[in-house]
């Protein structure tokens, strides 16, 4: 049985080709990115259904994660 690796926002933004297109592409300021990385943790609107960052970033990054794992990441 391998193990997955650790799942972080960091990474996955990385993925999705940086803080900038993900900020665009999201429609938010990249500064938003930021502070997502920085709090490693997205907003706590993405836990109460209201947006839907999580799905997006797994669509860009290309990543094979659950939505609801990339919503929780830094909140477990």
Known sequence: M??????SLRKLIRRAGGTNRVARELGVSSGAVSQWIAAGCLPLTEVQEKTHYAKRLLEMSGAEAEEW????IGRR
């Open 2 to 7: 391998t193990k997955q690796p650790e799942l």
């Open 69 to 72: 794992d990339v919503r929780l």
